[in-house]
């Protein structure tokens, strides 16, 4: 038998079998095309690599709408469980994802900011004033908002993430919560 593995802010039952989490990768850019797409690769990679299935992979522009639009699409498929969006958080005027879609939460996880706060101070400092990273629930659907550098993307999935979307984190983690998400 495996001894649980420590992880932030918990530990990691080695010995139980992950249970896939279905996640979409969204990255918000004017600039980046599939091929300059270097943070949505790392995520998807990352997605992959810790063992959940990449539920769907997309880049739209810094526009409310066509973030809106995706977004919406993928939960309405029911074949996502959680989204992971990268980029359009800072301060600029074209920064406009968390107008997009934190309009949409029915619930919002206001520690995730926090937290990612917490860890991206570790990295970069008061730099990390300039991002307005996000998490809620859509219609029983997680919804992360990263900034685009691959820094956060790793800080975000790495530090924070990750072990709320692996099963076998304790005390507690969210995939325990998505049966529940829905309820009245």
Not at 94 to 114: Q, Y
Not at 115 to 130: A, K, R
């Amino acid at each position: 038998m495996n001894a649980p593995v420590l992880s932030p802010g918990g530990r990691v039952d080695t010995s139980r079998a992950i249970k896939p989490v279905r996640i979409a990768v969204l990255t918000v850019s004017d600039t980046r095309d599939e091929e300059s797409d270097t943070s949505g690769h790392l995520l998807a990679g990352r997605v992959t690599g810790a063992g959940h299935r990449l539920a769907g992979k997309a880049i739209v522009p810094d526009d409310v709408a066509a973030i809106r639009s995706q977004v919406q699409d993928w939960i309405a498929s029911g074949e996502v469980e959680a989204i992971v969006t990268t980029g359009g958080t800072g301060i600029t005027g074209r920064d406009v994802t968390p107008e997009a879609l934190e309009p949409l939460f029915d619930k919002k996880i206001d520690g995730f900011s926090v937290i990612f706060h917490l860890v991206s101070y570790q990295s970069v400092g008061l730099s990390t004033l300039q991002s307005r990273a996000t998490a809620g629930i859509i219609k029983g659907v997680f919804v992360f908002c990263l900034p685009g550098s691959n820094g956060a993307v790793k800080d975000g999935w790495d530090k924070v993430i990750s072990a709320q979307l692996d099963s076998r984190h304790g005390p507690c983690n969210m995939v325990e919560l998505m049966p529940r998400l829905m309820e009245v």
